[in-house]
């Protein structure tokens, strides 16, 4: 398993838990689409309503992500933790870099992130 190179701290602790609850109802109650590709395909088609990447996304293709959330004006949110953690609180059987929330459900996910700035 892949693992961070430094120890999170509570805030991003805690913060990693609400976010993987949001994620799970978000699953449960909502519409995603998993991977780089189809982030980017929801962002240019208007149909993303948020951005979730991992920590260790590479990261020109994290600044692409961020560019193209500024533009369309949609929220962008960073999960303290690894692509291989972010695929398992998915319940997917892979890595998972990025993904695009296209309906947040009964979920406040879209609360916990921010707008980045061009």
Known sequence: MEV??????????EFREKLAKELQ???NTGKLKFGFRNTVRAL??????AVV??????????????YLCALANVPYI??????KEL??????PHVI???AILDPG???????????AL
């Open 106 to 116: 009964t979920s406040e996910i879209i609360k916990l992130g921010e707008i980045p």
């Open 78 to 83: 960073k999960f303290p933790g690894t692509v």
């Open 44 to 49: 240019q088609r208007g149909k993303a309503k």
């Open 53 to 66: 990447t991992a920590l260790n996304t590479p990261k020109e293709k994290d600044l692409y992500l961020k």
């Open 4 to 13: 961070l190179p430094y120890e999170l701290s509570r805030e991003e602790k």
């Open 97 to 99: 870099s990025a993904l």
């Open 25 to 27: 109802l978000v699953i």
């Open 87 to 92: 695929g398992e609180i998915c319940r997917r």
